[in-house]
T-cell receptor, first 115, second 115 residues
Framework: AQSVTQLDSHVSVSEGTPVLLRCNYSSSYSPSLFWYVQHPNKGLQLLLKYTSAATLVKGINGFEAEFKKSETSFHLTKPSAHMSDAAEYFCVVSDRAAGANNLFFGTGTRLTVIP | DTGVSQDPRHKITKRGQNVTFRCDPISEHNRLYWYRQTLGQGPEFLTYFQNEAQLEKSRLLSDRFSAERPKGSFSTLEIQRTEQGDSAMYLC?????????????FGPGTRLTVL
């Protein structure tokens, strides 16, 4: 069975400081992993995705994530936070090797950026 | 804007009424998904279509819920005899099967409030 655990429900950082949003996953097969961002009153936007290629994945807006199989983690990072990064972030897993097509979302991490 | 549209964006109804939502996917996408997101939670998978065939349904999709995609293009999600517990954001996503990552692109959602 697939699942994700987002270790922090809320993260607060100062503008210009690094961002770390933590995610651990559980999957029976080789997973595909994603990070989506949801701004208030806007739809979910794909930030980046891992699909068994390079373990360090670069996404939009300066975000990146590293797949670590030994730790079953897929943490999201950004070197320097911007005010526009304030949003809800979701870690997502999908077991396509198992034939599944639906996505399993974590409960989300709300990122606050302090000026 | 991902190219996936949903209508209406907001719906307020009284308990016991029927409601119908529409989703228009990205035009060349053959897969269409429905998710439900309640306050403070990540989206949960409801059902998905490949072309006009409904291939998977979650146990969350009770008998009061029905989804269709009659011509393999737009889809409708109907909820009969609405209950207060149905209040949520209903999200639609689409993807192109057969591509390496089968990435899902989400619409802005329909927010349902049942009074």
């Amino acid at each position: 069975a697939q699942s994700v655990t987002q270790l922090d429900s809320h993260v607060s950082v100062s503008e210009g400081t690094p961002v770390l949003l933590r995610c651990n996953y559980s999957s029976s097969y080789s997973p595909s992993l994603f990070w989506y961002v949801q701004h208030p009153n806007k739809g979910l936007q794909l930030l980046l995705k891992y699909t068994s290629a390079a373990t360090l994945v670069k996404g939009i807006n300066g975000f990146e994530a590293e797949f670590k199989k030994s730790e079953t983690s897929f943490h999201l990072t950004k070197p320097s936070a911007h005010m526009s990064d304030a949003a809800e972030y979701f870690c997502v897993v999908s077991d396509r090797a198992a034939g599944a097509n639906n996505l399993f979302f974590g409960t989300g991490t709300r990122l606050t950026v302090i000026p | 804007d991902t190219g996936v549209s949903q209508d209406p964006r907001h719906k307020i109804t009284k308990r016991g009424q029927n409601v119908t939502f529409r989703c228009d996917p990205i035009s060349e996408h053959n897969r269409l998904y429905w998710y439900r997101q309640t306050l403070g939670q990540g989206p949960e998978f409801l059902t998905y279509f490949q072309n006009e065939a409904q291939l998977e349904k979650s146990r969350l999709l009770s008998d009061r819920f029905s989804a269709e995609r009659p011509k393999g293009s737009f889809s409708t999600l109907e909820i009969q005899r609405t209950e207060q517990g149905d209040s949520a954001m209903y999200l639609c996503a689409s993807s192109l099967a057969g591509t390496a990552t089968d990435t899902q692109y989400f619409g802005p959602g329909t927010r349902l409030t049942v009074l």
